[in-house]
């Protein structure tokens, strides 16, 4: 079955660095459109970064020039390098696709930016 498991979150305090990963399994992972997502306690989730099988990153203007999504298909794993992270960053961070129609999630991992 598709799995897909998020680490590398953690606390870290404004202006740092992250590296978030997403290992994929149970789905032939080169063949899938791939995204990160984040939802802020009282929030909506939203999209933070998103990847083509190719590796064609588009970002929303929140987080352009901040963050870079990557991907290894010989690995199965996505990346999402963050930098300059601002308190408003903030949020569980998620890894999605679609597959046969069906939507999935991870379990998230949690980023938290604070002094």
């Known amino acids: 079955q598709v799995q897909l498991v998020e680490s590398g979150g953690g606390l870290v305090q404004p202006g740092g660095s992250l590296r978030l990963s997403c290992a994929a399994s149970g789905f032939t992972f080169s063949y899938y459109f791939m995204s990160w997502y984040r939802q802020a306690p009282g929030k909506e989730r939203e999209l933070v970064a998103s990847?083509?099988?190719?590796?064609?990153?588009t970002y929303p203007q929140s987080v352009k020039g901040r963050f870079t999504i990557s991907r290894d298909n010989a690995k199965n794993t996505m990346y999402l390098q963050m930098n300059s992270l601002k308190p408003e960053d903030t949020a569980v961070y998620y890894c999605?696709?679609?597959?046969?129609?069906?939507?999935?999630w991870g379990q998230g991992t949690q980023v938290t930016v604070s002094s």
């Open positions: 990847i083509s099988t190719t590796g064609w990153p």
């Open positions: 999605d696709t679609m597959v046969s129609g069906l939507r999935y």
